[in-house]
């Protein structure tokens, strides 16, 4: 069976600081793989996906970028975290040949201080 | 401008009564829809989907019924029950492309 795991659960971070949130999928191969935020009455924001190592699109300009350095893995960065950056971040993977369901992992509460 | 709404933010329903959520769509392009549930602190998960060739579509006590010509779908859980509590999300898409979200429905089942 295929499971997703995303870490840390929780973070507090101040201004100005890196940021590193990692997230690996089991069970399966060439996932799509996706990162949201979950911000206050606008439901799950899609940040970043990505297709397949090394190809990262974005859908939203700010301040964080993503990389996919293996098959099952996917990582949201910041160099310099800003307040704004606060949320719920969650990762996610879909089966690559059809749109389907997402499986979303546990997400992390981002606190920048 | 939001391409899915869920205008509701938040309902209350009795036990062992009928919830109904309602999520609105925009874009015609849309043709594959979800419905995740969300707990406080934890990811989503996925509870049903319809596609747009079908007009209903029925696991259990969950139930999504899909009007294309309104742009208009919605999700009935009968009966309800306590643990049903929690966020519900509509999602859709064109498909083969990526999900929009919606900004969901808080539903408390009261006991």
């Known amino acids: 069976s295929q499971t997703i795991h995303q870490w840390p659960a929780t973070l507090v971070q101040p201004v100005g600081s890196p940021l590193s949130l990692e997230c690996t999928v089991e069970?399966?191969?060439?996932?799509?793989l996706y990162w949201y935020r979950q911000a206050a009455g606008r439901g799950l924001q899609l940040l970043f996906y990505?297709?397949?190592?090394?190809?990262i699109s974005s859908e939203v300009p700010q301040n964080l970028s993503a990389s996919r350095p293996q098959d099952r893995q996917f990582i949201l960065s910041s160099k310099k975290l800003l307040l704004s950056d606060s949320g719920f971040y969650l990762c996610a993977w879909s089966r690559s040949t059809t749109t389907t369901e997402a499986f979303f992992g546990q997400g992390t509460r981002l606190t920048v201080v | 401008d939001q391409q899915v709404k869920q205008n509701s933010p938040s309902l209350s329903v009795q036990e062992g009564r009928i919830s109904i959520l309602n999520c609105d769509y925009t874009?015609?392009?849309?043709?594959?829809f979800l419905w995740y549930k969300k707990y406080p602190a934890e990811g989503p998960t996925f509870l049903i989907s319809?596609?747009?060739?079908?007009d209903k579509n029925e696991d259990g006590r969950f139930t999504v019924f899909l009007n294309k010509s309104a742009k208009h779908l919605s999700l009935h859980i009968v009966p309800s029950q306590p643990g049903d509590s929690a966020v519900y999300f509509c999602a859709a898409s064109p498909w083969g492309q990526n999900f929009v979200f919606g900004p969901g429905t808080r539903l408390s089942v009261l006991p």
């Open positions: 069970g399966t191969s060439n996932p799509n």
């Open positions: 319809i596609s747009s060739i079908k």
């Open positions: 990505s297709v397949g190592i090394g190809q």
């Open positions: 874009n015609s392009m849309f043709d594959y």
